[in-house]
């Protein structure tokens, strides 16, 4: 299957496609979601439900469990992405809009590219550092550069914990790289959300015990929707585009999550979608754009070095 998308550059953009919409769609469900309960509890039901349908997937296919002498390795990335990430956002979204929180978040690309140079030694084209660069302006002005004055001490504690946030994903995707390529990536969505669920669970009886819980049709369908889509399928599909591409062109993808969230937002929620947010995702699809034209040569480059350490 891995060498089948690897061929097919248009089979990778829908990949990219299918996952930063459902990932934007998400946004809505998870600020939605603190009408009912906590945001830790809301993280444990999520990925609890994400987990058991992971594990599942992985009993059905007969995949089997990850070698012991990986298991570390996967409590390391399950803690930075699952359990650092979702809890430090889902809490400062109780503080920031979830059109910003989403915005804050996907600055997770910048510091992906930042680790992938410095850390995983890729190279980065000069086209992808201006379409990056663009791209992450684009996220500047659709904040409206408001984060830079004087505002609510809440507000700006919510934004340094969905910053740190974006600093975990991006920690996790250069882990993932260095430590558990080989292995299979529905065994390492599985397991990583495994123990970054247990991680949530034990902060959620830490800072919420005794808090109310609804369970209604709506929250359910919240708990299904992030739980099955948005976590245990486009994870999965995450570590498959972070096996056959580069960093910097994967992580600058998604980006797009902030455009879509923003739209959904306006759309079921009737945020307003005003010219900075209009011209801001213009300018992050413009920032795409730029990094595939003028670093196509790079990115064709390491798909085929991706084919040939799987054919070895």
Request: glycine share 10%.
């Amino acid at each position: 299957m891995v060498n089948m998308i690897m061929k097919n550059k248009w089979v990778i953009w829908g990949l990219i496609l299918l996952i930063t919409v459902i990932w934007g769609y998400a946004w809505v469900f998870m600020k939605a979601s603190l009408n009912f309960m906590g945001p830790f509890a809301f993280s444990a039901f999520r990925f609890g439900t994400g987990a058991i349908t992971l594990l599942l997937a992985v009993w059905l296919l007969k995949a089997g469990r990850p070698p012991r002498s990986m298991w570390k390795h996967l409590i390391i990335v399950g803690l930075l992405q699952t359990t650092v990430v979702f809890t430090f956002v889902m809490y400062g979204m109780q503080f920031v809009d979830a059109g910003k929180s989403s915005v804050l978040l996907y600055s997770m690309p910048l510091w992906s590219s930042l680790f992938a140079v410095k850390i995983l030694g890729e190279k980065i084209t000069s086209g992808k550092v201006f379409g990056l660069a663009v791209g992450m302006l684009g996220l500047m002005t659709i904040l409206g550069w408001d984060i830079v004055f004087e505002q609510d001490a809440g507000v700006i504690f919510g934004e340094v914990l969905i910053i740190v946030a974006a600093v975990a994903w991006a920690g996790s995707n250069v882990y993932y790289r260095l430590k558990l390529k080989g292995m299979t990536q529905l065994q390492v969505s599985a397991y990583q959300m495994l123990f970054g669920t247990i991680g949530i669970v034990i902060a959620t009886l830490f800072a919420e015990w005794g808090e109310p819980v609804k369970l209604t049709g709506e929250s359910l369908y919240y708990i299904l929707f992030t739980g099955v889509l948005a976590s245990a399928l486009c994870f999965t599909v995450w570590f498959i585009l972070l096996s056959i591409i580069d960093m910097v062109t994967a992580t600058l993808s998604t980006l797009l999550v902030p455009v879509f969230g923003l739209f959904f937002g306006w759309w079921m929620l009737d945020e307003d979608l005003t010219n900075s947010i209009l011209i801001g995702s213009a300018m992050i699809i413009a920032g795409i754009a730029i990094a595939q034209v003028f670093g196509k040569e790079k990115v064709q480059e390491d798909v085929v070095q991706a084919e040939s350490a799987f054919k070895h």
